[in-house]
């Protein structure tokens, strides 16, 4: 019964932990910046694609009931 729900809170975190480094900034004099899609814009695309791949297992994962 919890075994759904373990993989739903896995998922989630992996998910999260791959698509937020994608969204590192630091500020500049000309205003915000953002690092990973300026300086390596693969890497960012690659964690991108396997936190939205975690995203998308995520929902299809039933909840239990």
Known sequence: ??????????Y????????APT?????????MEWMMWRDTPLL?????AVGLTFAVLRIRTPRDQ
């Open 1 to 10: 019964m919890t075994e759904n729900l373990r993989k739903r809170n896995l």
């Open 12 to 19: 989630t975190a992996l998910s999260l932990s791959f698509i």
């Open 23 to 31: 969204f590192l900034f630091y500020v500049t004099d000309k205003g």
């Open 44 to 48: 960012a695309v690659t964690l991108a």
